[in-house]
């Protein structure tokens, strides 16, 4: 068995689970997450922890085993804490701004780009060079800052662009001098 599948998931105090066939729904403090798992995937909900167990010892339900439980986790904590990616611009002239729910940022172009906040994600700009993107889903939050990042991804050379803020940007040295033989 899956050493991540076998660990219990706590359900914490506010947040309620309903399971109804294959289909999993939980709600909590910062909103609703509802998943369809595989029908192979025995989801249970026992003494405030649910836990998965596969319905066969296959290839494929032992392979879907820690998925599930980690997919399941990440619901519980996106209800409860809620995920967050924190983007840094870097270069000369380049800023962002929160107008709304729009943000606007300055990249360089020679027009400004916009990027509205969706239903289910919130865009934060503390700083003119800091995007803080929030949301419960934790797969939609880093598709969303992933769609951000590739506005402007940063260049090796300068190091100019959006990156994340754990990110290293691995520099590249320019061009060698003249004259040297």
Same mark, same amino acid.
């Given at each position: 068995m899956s050493?991540i599948?076998?660990m219990?998931i706590?359900?914490?105090? %506010?947040?309620d689970?309903r399971?109804? @066939?294959?289909? !999993? /729904?939980v709600?909590?403090?910062k909103?609703?997450?509802s998943? *369809?798992f595989?029908p192979?995937?025995?989801?249970a909900l026992?003494?405030?922890?649910?836990s998965?167990t596969?319905?066969t010892?296959?290839?494929?339900?032992?392979?879907l085993h %820690?998925?599930?439980?980690?997919?399941? @986790?990440?619901? !519980? /904590?996106?209800?409860t804490v809620?995920?967050?990616?924190?983007? *840094?611009?870097?270069g000369?002239?380049?800023?962002?701004q929160k107008?709304?729910k729009?943000?606007n940022l300055?990249?360089?172009?020679?027009h400004?780009?916009?990027?509205?906040?969706?239903?289910?994600?919130?865009i934060?700009a503390?700083?003119?060079n800091?995007i803080?993107?929030?949301g419960?889903?934790?797969q939609?939050?880093?598709?969303?800052?992933a769609?951000?990042?590739?506005?402007?991804?940063?260049?090796p050379?300068k190091?100019?662009?959006?990156?994340?803020a754990?990110?290293t940007?691995?520099?590249?040295?320019g061009?060698?001098g003249k004259?040297?033989k």
């Amino acid at each position: 068995m899956s050493r991540i599948g076998k660990m219990p998931i706590p359900v914490p105090a %506010g947040v309620d689970v309903r399971i109804d @066939g294959s289909t !999993v /729904t939980v709600k909590g403090p910062k909103g609703s997450l509802s998943r *369809e798992f595989k029908p192979s995937m025995k989801i249970a909900l026992a003494d405030g922890a649910l836990s998965v167990t596969p319905e066969t010892q296959s290839k494929r339900d032992r392979s879907l085993h %820690g998925l599930s439980r980690t997919l399941l @986790g990440n619901m !519980v /904590t996106g209800v409860t804490v809620g995920f967050k990616k924190e983007l *840094e611009i870097n270069g000369v002239g380049y800023r962002c701004q929160k107008t709304g729910k729009e943000l606007n940022l300055v990249l360089g172009f020679s027009h400004p780009v916009i990027v509205r906040d969706t239903d289910d994600i919130t865009i934060e700009a503390p700083s003119p060079n800091k995007i803080i993107i929030n949301g419960v889903d934790k797969q939609k939050v880093g598709q969303f800052a992933a769609e951000v990042r590739g506005l402007r991804p940063p260049e090796p050379y300068k190091g100019k662009g959006i990156k994340y803020a754990d990110e290293t940007i691995i520099r590249k040295e320019g061009k060698a001098g003249k004259g040297k033989k």
